[in-house]
């Protein structure tokens, strides 16, 4: 089992860029999460699904798009890159059918740079 | 207006005493919470949690205690060990448990 993969690890963009950050897991996990954090502040949540096709805002959900096509797959999409989105991004799943509500599974980070 | 907070930013505690790690939260209905491990360049991994019916949940040397009427929780080690050294998160979720709130979290270092 790989659990949840994040790809890239780190990145650089240019403000205005865009990008997506990949984010699968292999546990077949219905609930999937996109959090950043910066230095400090803990974990914020950007968005969040509780099924394929299904999607809600978080706390930050500005400057930020998601999908949830399959199961598997949760990709964050940056549409134009901004200073402020600099941050370690971390992708999550969890499986409330389970019972087991909030042990969530995390990804090892992505860490973006906007310069 | 965060609604979980941990107030201390770390914990220096020397190896085989307690370490206690405090969260206090400001949305009276959260009734699940959780405690994450964290190490540098991973992702957190979740620790114990706890459900507002309980005031108390043990596993091995961690336990965690909630007071719902002072909203506080707390999260022991005992004995600590440098191992242990890591950045402890907080986390709480109301119903229907699709979204988990973050403290920002305390650094723990345990001194041999």
């Known amino acids: 089992n790989a659990g949840v993969t994040q790809t890239p690890k780190f990145r650089i963009l240019k403000i205005g860029q865009s990008m997506t950050l990949q984010c699968t897991q292999d546990?077949?996990?219905?609930?999937m999460y996109w959090y950043r954090q910066d230095p400090g502040m803990g974990l914020k949540l950007i968005y969040y699904?509780?099924?394929?096709?299904?999607?809600d805002k978080g706390e930050v959900p500005n400057g930020y798009n998601v999908s949830r096509s399959t199961t598997e797959d949760f990709p964050l999409r940056l549409e134009l890159a901004a200073p402020s989105q600099t941050s370690v991004y971390f992708c999550a799943s969890t499986d409330n059918r389970q019972g087991r509500a909030g042990e969530l599974f995390f990804g090892e980070g992505s860490r973006l740079t906007v310069l | 207006d965060q609604q979980v907070k941990q107030n201390s930013p770390s914990l220096s505690v020397q190896e085989g005493r307690i370490s206690i790690l405090n969260c206090d939260y400001t949305n009276s209905m959260f009734d699940y919470f959780l405690w994450y491990k964290k190490y540098p360049a991973e992702g957190p991994t979740f620790l114990i949690s706890i459900s507002s019916i309980k005031d108390k949940n043990e596993d091995g040397r961690f336990t965690v205690f909630l007071n719902k009427s002072a909203k506080h929780l707390s999260l022991h080690i005992v004995p600590s060990q440098p191992g242990d050294s890591a950045v402890y998160f907080c986390a709480a979720s109301a119903l229907p448990f699709n979204k988990f709130y973050f403290g920002s979290g305390t650094k723990l270092n345990v001194k041999p």
């Open positions: 546990m077949n996990h219905n609930y």
């Open positions: 699904s509780v099924g394929a096709g299904i999607t």
